[in-house]
């Protein structure tokens, strides 16, 4: 796999003049997860949790509040949030199609329901759809092994899956 390099230390972050983390988040940290630390770096992923909960997503803004409201350097903010595949850090669409590419689904043909997708969403794996409806994902094992290929379709999960199903999934969700 090729490193790929950033601008980060140049990276201009996007403003609002409110803040992502109020006042109440952060009491609420202060009142349930500081407490249960050594250190301020422990209520770090509990902070991210609540700011996706709450946005959808997590802006570098908020990476940076959180940085200043727990006295961790942001570059560790970053780094945590971006390691785990469950954050996100750009803005999602309205729906999520995830699917999955591990072994057994890899095994059962997942690049064909990723095709599918790629194909009637007009979008490559990472992207959303223009009109902000359609995020498309792969991630790892989905826990569902045996019903391989399986993909989550927001919150739901479709196993045994036929191009054809993923096909439906995605009217279904469009209808609602
Ligand atoms: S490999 Fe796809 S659910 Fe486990």
Redesign the pocket.
């Known amino acids: 796999m090729a490193w790929i390099t950033k601008p980060s230390g140049t990276m201009a972050v996007e403003q609002r003049s409110e803040p992502y983390l109020t006042e109440d988040m952060k009491n609420s940290i202060r009142e349930t997860y500081l407490p249960r630390y050594e250190t301020s770096k422990g209520a770090l992923l509990p902070t991210l949790h609540k700011l996706q909960h709450t946005y959808g997503w997590i802006p570098r803004q908020a990476l940076m509040e959180a940085a200043d409201f727990l006295d961790l350097k942001p570059a560790d903010v970053i780094d945590t949030a971006s390691f785990y595949e469950e954050f996100w850090l750009k803005p999602k669409g309205e729906h999520v199609i995830a699917v999955?590419r591990?072994?057994?689904?890899e095994f059962c043909d997942h690049k064909a329901i990723t095709d599918r997708c790629r194909e009637k969403l007009g979008i490559e794996v990472g992207e959303t759809t223009d009109d902000g409806k359609f995020t498309l994902v792969e991630l790892e094992?989905?826990?569902?092994?045996g019903g391989?290929p399986?993909a989550l379709v927001d919150e739901k999960l479709h196993e045994n899956l036929s191009p054809d199903e993923i096909d439906r999934a995605i009217d279904e969700a469009r209808s609602h």
């Open positions: 999955c591990s072994i057994a689904c094992c989905l826990g569902a092994c391989a399986v």
